[in-house]
Structure formats: C-alpha cells, structure tokens
C-alpha cells in the first residue's frame, strides 16, 4: 500500500482498491453458533457457510478476484489441447520465472502429488523448512520422510526476527551428509511458512540454500504458495533488496530454484496450480503423471476461465499496492491484540493472524487439543471461523500414538482485499473478550478421528460443558447482542 501519512497521526492500512460486488454475510445468534458446533463435531471445517459471519478458515480459493481477472474470463479460450489461454499463462510464468516448461494442475497438492511420486521412494528425504499438511502426506505416502530443518528461532512464538521461515544452513548440510545426496528427493523450500505463522525467509538464506543444493548436486524446489506474502517482506524487511523490484525480488528468487510450484487458489488468487521448471529434462520427468492424474497439459484439472484468471493474478501481484494489503491488515490485527494482551504470534507475518493457544489456554492441556478448542470456542462467541493448526492437524505415528506439534495455533487467515477494517474490529474485540473469559474454555477429544488428514473430517466433543458456560457469560456481559 502506497506509504500515505493521516494528518491526524493515525496510522492505519488503507485500501488501494474500491468494492464493486458484495456479497451479503450473516451473523447468526449465539444458541444458534452452539447447535452449529455440535452438528459440525468442533470442527471447523466441517460448519456451513451459512451458519458464519466472518470466514477467517484460510485465504485459499477465496482472495477478492480484480475487474481486469474478471474481464479476461469472458474471453478465455477454451479447448482440450492448445488453447490460446494456456499459451498466455505460460507466456506469464516465463516472464515472470524465467522458467520455460509448465505443467498445470487441478490445485496446489496436485503438484506436491507428481513431485512426490516422481522423484520420493522408500528411504528418500526431504529436508524442507517447515511441512505443511498436504506435502507431507504426498511425501509419506510415497515412502519419503519429512526432515525439518527450520532456524531454531523459527519456532518461538514471540520474537522480533523479521524472518523467522529461514532454513538453518549447518542443519542442511549435515542432513544431506547424513543421508547421503542421492538419498535426498530434493530439497524444499516453503515460502510464507503456513503453518509457523506464515513467516517469511530471505533472499539471502534462499541463496544460502541454493549454494548448498548445488554443491551436493541436490534438488532445489520452492513452494511458492504464499510468495505474495514472502516478497512483500523481503521488499520491506531484507536491506539489500529494499531498491528492487518486486518483479526483481520474484525473478531473483526462481532463479535460484530448480522447481517452483504454487497454489494458485493463493498465488494469483484464483484456483489452481503449476509446476515450472526451466530444465526439459525434470520437464520430462513430471509431464506424463500431469495427463495421468490431472488433464491434459494445456489445462492440468482448471477450467480455462481460472487460467485466465491466473495470468492477470500474477501480473497483478508484481504490484507493490496489492501484495502489501494482506500483510498490512494482518499486522493491524497482530499489533491491537498485542497491545490487548492477548498472546499473537509476532513478528506479523503472511496469511493470517495466529494465536497461540498454549499461552491463550494454558490450562487446556496438548491431550485435549487446545488450538481445536480455542477455534471451537472463537466460533461460538464470534461467528469467526478460524482454523485449527496444532495437534489435530498432525497425524498418529505408526504406533497410533499421538503426535503433538510444536505450536498449538488458531490461525485466523485474512483473504486477500475481503474484509473491511470494521470486520477485523469486531474480530480483535469478540477475542479479547474471550481472552478475558478464557478460565471457561476447556478442552475437546475425537469421537470420529480418521487415520488421515483428520483435521478435514474428524469430530470432537468438549469435555465438560463449559461451552455452554461460555455462551451464558456472553449473554450476561453482552446481553442480546448477536
Ligand atoms: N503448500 C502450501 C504452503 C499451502 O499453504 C497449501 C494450501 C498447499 C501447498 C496446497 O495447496 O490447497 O491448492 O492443494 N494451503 C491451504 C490453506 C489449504 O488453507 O492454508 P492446495
């Protein structure tokens, strides 16, 4: 967002955008936030949209589409092989990447699926610095390991480090001694770590990264998923690209990478996804599980609309205005709940505003699934649905036994140019309330846990009836407030 100073010292982010369509939200009463629970088993995932007022559950597949995004779906070119969209996105990703070959896919885990399957087998390694859920689960599934090898910093909730998604150089290099290079898949980077709080790395650690993969002749990927984010902070935090370009900084990062894959449901907000690369030969390697799983390679699973879509996307996120407004809101929210007491992940990051729920309900033990409970306990006297990412996001090991993650997280995502100022208002003001009721809330257990992905399906009960306590001191504090 342009730097704009207010004459009256304020300083808030204002939109470099106007609201042209909207869509009419509801806001239903508390008793009815209660049934709306139950019938969903505490999950998150599995309420309806008409039963929400804010949607805060992730920013994929639901960032504010632009008028020109819009515009260029009306003509989009539709056929099964060659169609002159498809050359227009791959126009772009050269462009933009400098990466010649492209292979469209359905969504973002559509290409953590063919990159798992072609280059993971029994034994192999992926040293990354952060997981997230869906990699994980492709790289297992293939008989791969996950090693994460995030700076120790990365994991304090509380810090002032502005890039606490950096790998740690000396991990990587001992892990690829360790396992041996050929027994590495390949090395992967994700940017905006999403489940740390979406934190970003640095160009410079990314070249520390590139320096080591190409010394042992291993494999560099980027999950470019959250780039938006991670460029916004490299522009703005990383001295030495503060004269760049955002263009400069993204071309800089790929050209660093061997693989760059995304979400477009993130980047470039639309829906679907790619893998680029420049060699022809990993090209070659990836091309043929794209027609097997997705479609075929002018189209990848997506409707040539969202291709569209998707090339004006990323054009428009080398714009500095639209990149900074995310990150910009998100740290309205961080810094108010901050000042409030309420414990928030910091420094700001990409994504969403995260609490920490182990400092939030410190009485709510990782058994009983904290962030699971603080989510459940959020929707009920907000309508704000967040998304749990602790321990239920995790998976049992092979034993069956649980494994608790390293932050108990409701991650309160902020969708690109969808809400308003007001609306994260009332969102800081219904937490800090409950922050100032949190003795009430207690914890959930599963009734229905599926052995994986769980937290997409699984259902839990409270273990006592403290929502319903929780609902009675809402009524009592705010009387027949909705
Ligand atoms: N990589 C990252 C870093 C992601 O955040 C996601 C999705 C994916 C890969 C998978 O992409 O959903 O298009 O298949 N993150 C979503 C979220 C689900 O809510 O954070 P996908």
């Not at 909207?22 to 629970?37: D, M, S, T």
């Not at 539709?78 to 002159?84: E, I, K, L």
């Not at 772009?92 to 400098?98: T, V």
């Not at 599934?141 to 000396?170: C, H, Q, W, Y």
Request: proline share 4%.
């Amino acid at each position: 967002m342009a730097n704009i100073k207010f004459y009256s010292g304020e300083q808030v982010p204002l939109e470099m955008h106007k609201v042209r369509i909207v869509q009419k939200l509801n806001l239903p009463p508390i008793e009815r936030r209660l049934a709306a629970l139950d019938e969903a088993g505490n999950n998150t995932f599995l309420l309806k949209n008409a039963d929400i007022y804010l949607d805060m559950l992730t920013d994929s597949g639901v960032n504010a589409m632009s008028d020109k995004q819009l515009a260029a779906m009306m003509e989009s070119d539709d056929s099964y092989a060659g169609s002159a969209t498809f050359t227009k996105l791959e126009t772009k990703i050269r462009d933009i990447f400098g990466m010649d070959y492209f292979l469209p896919v359905h969504q973002g885990r559509a290409a953590e699926n063919v990159l798992a399957r072609v280059f993971c087998r029994p034994g192999s390694v992926v040293p990354m610095n952060y997981h997230f859920t869906t990699t994980k689960a492709h790289i297992t599934v293939n008989g791969g390991a996950v090693e994460e090898l995030i700076i120790d910093a990365g994991l304090e909730v509380t810090s002032d480090l502005p890039f606490k998604g950096d790998m740690d150089i000396a991990k990587l290099e001992a892990s690829i001694t360790r396992h041996g290079a050929a027994n590495i898949a390949f090395v992967r980077v994700e940017t905006g770590t999403n489940l740390i709080g979406g934190q970003p790395h640095s160009l410079e650690n990314l070249r520390q990264v590139s320096k080591v993969c190409k010394q042992h002749g291993v494999l560099l990927v980027l999950d470019a998923s959250l780039l938006a984010d991670n460029l916004y902070f490299i522009k703005t935090r990383e001295q030495a690209c503060k004269g760049m370009s955002v263009r400069e900084i993204t071309r800089a990062i790929a050209d660093l990478c061997d693989i760059v894959y995304f979400s477009a449901r993130k980047l470039g907000c639309a829906r679907g996804g790619g893998i680029c690369t420049r060699s022809r030969d990993l090209y070659m390697k990836m091309r043929e599980l794209v027609t097997l799983f997705e479609g075929f390679l002018t189209y990848g699973g997506m409707s040539v609309r969202e291709i569209e879509a998707i090339a004006v996307g990323l054009e428009e996120t080398m714009d500095e205005d639209m990149i900074s407004q995310g990150p910009q809101f998100i740290k309205f929210m961080v810094d108010e709940l901050n000042r409030k007491g309420v414990p928030v992940i910091t420094p700001p990051g990409g994504l969403g505003c995260h609490l920490d729920a182990l400092r939030f309900i410190p009485h709510v033990p990782q058994t009983q699934y904290p962030a699971g409970a603080l989510a459940s306990a959020l929707f009920l006297v907000s309508g704000v649905r967040g998304m749990e990412r602790g321990s239920v996001s995790e998976q049992r090991d092979d034993q069956g036994n649980e494994v608790y993650s390293n932050m108990e997280l409701l991650r309160l995502a902020v969708p690109r140019r969808v809400f308003t100022l007001s609306q994260l208002k009332y969102a800081v003001d219904r937490i800090v309330w409950l922050h100032e009721n949190r003795d009430l809330i207690g914890g959930l257990r599963f009734v229905e846990e599926p052995k994986m992905l769980r937290f997409f399906f699984g259902k839990l009960v409270a273990t006592s009836d403290w929502q319903h306590k929780l609902l009675a001191k809402f009524r009592a504090d705010l009387g027949d407030s909705l």
